[in-house]
């Protein structure tokens, strides 16, 4: 089970770091890439960005890139998403999510990911 926490209400320009953590041993967590994914009111769920099974490959929207980093700990079985200069767009509930990937694979599409964390969300204030 992934369980993501770390949301909050903050201003724009602020930061914020969302954890996930995977509840099962490591030997699992590190059988998943871990995307993150946010979905704002009214819209559909949108791909944020996603980490490599060894951390060492990433891959962001082009809409956080340069903002948002994602790191893993795999010893902790914890993805975090470092999110900075936040913007009021970036309001929205986020979830964490696992897909079984090929080691240097970091898949985008939703589809691909079929092991889910319950949402925490974020408020950015202007």
């Known amino acids: 089970q992934l369980q993501a926490s770390g949301g909050g209400l903050v201003q724009a320009g602020d930061s914020l770091r969302l954890s996930c953590v995977h509840s099962g041993p490591v030997r699992t967590f590190t059988n998943y890439v871990i995307g993150w994914f946010r979905q704002a009111p009214g819209k559909e769920r949108e791909f944020v960005g996603a980490i490599s099974r060894s951390g060492r490959s990433s891959d962001y929207a082009k809409s956080v890139k340069g903002r948002f980093t994602i790191s893993r700990d795999n010893d902790k079985r914890t993805v975090y998403l470092q999110m900075d200069s936040l913007k009021p767009e970036d309001t929205a509930v986020y979830y964490c999510?696992?897909?079984?990937?090929?080691?240097?694979?970091?898949?985008?599409?939703?589809?691909?990911?079929?092991?889910w964390g319950q949402g925490t969300q974020v408020t950015v204030s202007s």
């Open positions: 999510a696992g897909a079984r990937a090929i080691l240097t694979d970091v898949p985008t599409i939703e589809g691909r990911y079929d092991y």
